[in-house]
């Protein structure tokens, strides 16, 4: 705890990008150039950006327990 705020965090290895925030679908490769793509599994258009940012809040809520996730994901707690 710093400040009274909970830092949580997440491998640099988390595939945030390249995991479907929708349905959890991991793509094998995504080139650094691609900033939209969509998820073969469930069709959802995804901007790079903002799908990277619901995963890696995901995988922060998943670790102090404050919610489910699809997705199994290991984060560090500071």
Same mark, same amino acid.
């Given at each position: 705890?710093?400040?009274?705020? $909970?830092?949580?965090? *997440?491998?640099? %290895?988390?595939?945030? &990008?390249?995991?479907?925030?929708?349905?959890?679908?991991?793509?094998?490769? $995504?080139?650094?150039? *691609?900033?939209? %793509?969509?998820?073969? &599994?469930?069709?959802?258009?995804?901007?790079?950006?903002?799908?990277?940012?619901?995963?890696?809040?995901?995988?922060?809520?998943?670790?102090?327990?404050?919610?489910?996730?699809?997705?199994?994901?290991?984060?560090?707690?500071?």
């Amino acid at each position: 705890m710093r400040k009274g705020k $909970l830092i949580v965090y *997440v491998s640099q %290895w988390f595939p945030s &990008s390249k995991t479907c925030s929708h349905c959890g679908h991991v793509l094998d490769e $995504l080139d650094l150039s *691609v900033r939209r %793509w969509r998820c073969p &599994s469930c069709h959802l258009e995804n901007d790079r950006d903002k799908n990277a940012a619901v995963n890696i809040k995901m995988a922060g809520i998943s670790a102090i327990r404050l919610g489910d996730v699809r997705q199994a994901v290991p984060a560090i707690p500071a």
